[in-house]
Every structure is written in C-alpha cells, then in structure tokens.
C-alpha cells in the first residue's frame, strides 16, 4: 500500500468551492490527495509541519483571520518555500488583486469557475501545468 502525501493544499473557506474542486480532482486526477485548509494561518501551520511539500498550493484571498494575499506575503518570505507553486483563485477578477498576488509572488492567478464543467477544465489545466510528474 502506498503513502498518499498532500500533493495539492487547497486554501479556501467556502464549503461548496472546497466540494466542487475535490470532486473535479477525484474524477480528473485521482491519484492526487487534497489537503483543506480553510485560511492562511492553517495554511503556514501545515506548510512548517509538512513532511513533505505539497506539489501546488491553490489560495484564496478572501478568507477569516488571515487573508490569501498575507498568507503569500509570508510564505514568500522564507526562501524554504522558494520554489513552492503557489496559484491564487479566488472570485476577484480584478485587475489590482491580480498584479498584487503576482508582485507578492503568485505564479498564477485563476478567476473560479461558475460550473462543475468548468472545474472540470481547471483541474485539466492544474495537471497540465502544475502536477506534471507528482500526483497525478
């Protein structure tokens, strides 16, 4: 039997977002193990006490005691975490909340989807990009 390891930290406070991309993931991509975090504190706790780092990080901005963007601020700061794909989604299509996540160290931004097709989609594009050679 093999050790499933967190390849995808998935930081979110929405329940329904959380559903959606776990059932896209399940059916897209199978193999990956998705950890749920619900803010950025969660998500600083688990990175310092992984084990092994995750293969992607998705964050949201809008979230309870410690938003996305001050999660990423941090993260960005411990060169530990250099290389660690971090991709923003979130429900902001703004060009401002882009250009910050980008200046504080984003290596991607994704608007979310509105249906399940186009979670879907999004999960594709995640392997393609991201996952490539860890759990897919």
Sequence with gaps: MSTCFDCVFLVDDDED????????????????CI???????????????????PSLVLLDINMPIMDGLEALKI???????????????TTSSHEVDRNRAFALGANGFITKPDTIQ????????????WLLGHCV
């Design 35 to 53: 950890k749920t975090l619900m803010n950025g504190e969660e998500l600083l706790t688990a990175l310092e006490t992984a084990r092994v780092l």
């Design 17 to 32: 977002d959380q559903f959606l991309m776990h059932k896209a993931f399940q059916q897209f991509s199978p193999d990956c």
């Design 118 to 129: 186009e979670y879907n989609r999004l999960v594709l594009d995640l392997r393609r990009n």
């Design 75 to 89: 993260v960005r700061s411990n060169t530990q975490f250099n290389t660690l794909p971090i991709v923003i989604w």
